[in-house]
């Protein structure tokens, strides 16, 4: 979310290459987020 404030306060003014921006960045985190999922890192042993 830190990440994701500054962009969102320029949004408006960025226009659809900001709106590009920010979908490639939150993608490339779900991609990780799936990825430390699927490996199994987000277990309790």
Not at 24 to 27: D, H, L, Q, R, S
Not at 37 to 42: C, M, Q
């Given at each position: 979310?830190?990440y994701l404030y500054?962009?969102?306060v320029?949004?408006k003014?960025l226009?659809?290459?900001g709106?590009?921006?920010?979908g490639?960045?939150?993608?490339i985190?779900?991609?990780?987020y799936?990825?430390i ?6 277990k309790?042993?």
């Open positions: 979310i830190v500054p962009l969102g320029v949004l003014k226009g659809w290459f709106f590009a921006e920010l490639f960045f939150i993608a985190l779900a991609l990780a799936v990825y999922w699927r490996k199994g890192a987000l309790w042993r």
